[in-house]
């Protein structure tokens, strides 16, 4: 990989890392469904101007639907609700990481794809890692912020599925269409479970303001965009290993920002999720060249 872009590459798993800890402080001031109405909402206004409701193929719609429900509503709302929940970050950064092996039986059930035994030791692997981690004292009382943080993870590689069937779809379609669709069904449940929006955004909080355009438009908009732009020079089974480098970032991050420190359970069950998932992604390397 040229030197530009993989500082490209660092810098995109740096923000991809920073969602995490920088949700959380959002998640301080705005709720979870209001908080991902207004990240949904501005990832459509973002790319409104480059895909301009410009529909894709007949065929394409169903996926796209199932594709923006499971990212909108299945992924982000799960997140920002485990956020709310956990009084860590650092268990959330870990256990994302689960969608690769989520990955995985996904493809097996929809896709047919066969997984090797080795690739079955580790997913039970990664899955032992998060059990370890839900032993930490911190969070032990809280299965349920835990389990939001896996099926979060199971949604993620679910649109990630999805997003295979959409990959003649570009950049700006997708993400406009993604936006705007998931955006209406969570507009709804933040008006009748949340109440009446303003009562969290008024009066402005600059800190809630630079929380939901950090996740939207630096996240989002900036570091999908980053990594669609370098599957355009490198294969997919290249880039995908440096997706291992943002829960390293993530948890510095959470560390500057709230003195978050790692215990034993959470060292040894990362050990297990990042390691397993760095050999899982080696191994489709393999397989790729």
């Known amino acids: 990989m040229q030197s530009k872009h993989l500082i490209l590459v660092l810098i995109i798993m740096i923000l991809y890392g920073s969602s995490y800890p920088v949700g959380k402080l959002g998640i301080d001031t705005i709720p979870p469904l209001l908080f991902t109405a207004l990240r949904l909402g501005l990832i459509?206004?973002?790319?409104?101007p480059f895909f301009r409701l410009k529909l894709p193929e007949k065929h394409l719609l169903r996926p796209l639907l199932g594709f923006s429900l499971a990212m909108g509503i299945g992924t982000y709302v799960t997140m920002y609700y485990a956020l709310e929940q956990?009084?860590?970050?650092?268990?959330?950064?870990?256990?994302?990481?689960?969608?690769?092996?989520?990955?995985?039986?996904?493809?097996?059930?929809?896709?047919?794809?066969?997984?090797?035994?080795?690739?079955?030791?580790?997913?039970?692997?990664?899955?032992?890692?998060?059990?370890?981690?839900?032993?930490?004292?911190?969070?032990?009382d809280d299965k349920f912020g835990l389990l939001l943080v896996?099926?979060?993870?199971?949604?993620?590689?679910?649109?990630?599925?999805?997003?295979?069937?959409?990959?003649?779809?570009?950049?700006?379609?997708l993400n406009g269409w993604h936006g705007l669709i998931a955006f209406v069904p969570v507009a709804v449940l933040t008006l009748v479970i949340e109440g009446n929006p303003l009562n969290y955004l008024m009066p402005l909080n600059g800190l809630a303001i630079f929380t939901v355009l950090h996740t939207a438009l630096i996240v989002s908009?900036?570091?999908?965009?980053?990594?669609?732009?370098?599957?355009?020079?490198?294969?997919?089974?290249?880039?995908?290993?440096?997706?291992?480098?943002?829960?390293?970032?993530?948890?510095?991050?959470?560390?500057?920002?709230?003195?978050?420190?790692?215990?034993?359970?959470?060292?040894?069950?990362?050990?297990?999720?990042?390691?397993s998932v760095f050999l899982i992604h080696k191994e489709n390397k393999k397989d790729n060249s």
């Open 221 to 275: 908009a900036i570091g999908h965009a980053g990594m669609f732009y370098l599957y355009k020079f490198y294969p997919i089974s290249n880039v995908l290993p440096f997706y291992s480098l943002f829960p390293i970032f993530g948890l510095i991050l959470a560390f500057i920002i709230f003195s978050e420190t790692l215990s034993i359970y959470e060292i040894v069950g990362g050990i297990l999720i990042l390691g």
């Open 150 to 173: 896996i099926v979060m993870a199971f949604f993620y590689a679910l649109s990630n599925l999805m997003a295979r069937v959409l990959k003649e779809v570009d950049t700006a379609t």
């Open 44 to 48: 459509f206004l973002a790319f409104l």
């Open 86 to 140: 956990l009084s860590i970050v650092a268990p959330i950064i870990i256990g994302a990481q689960l969608s690769i092996p989520f990955g995985l039986m996904l493809s097996l059930v929809f896709l047919r794809e066969k997984i090797s035994l080795r690739r079955w030791i580790l997913i039970f692997l990664s899955f032992v890692g998060i059990v370890i981690i839900a032993y930490d004292p911190r969070i032990i």
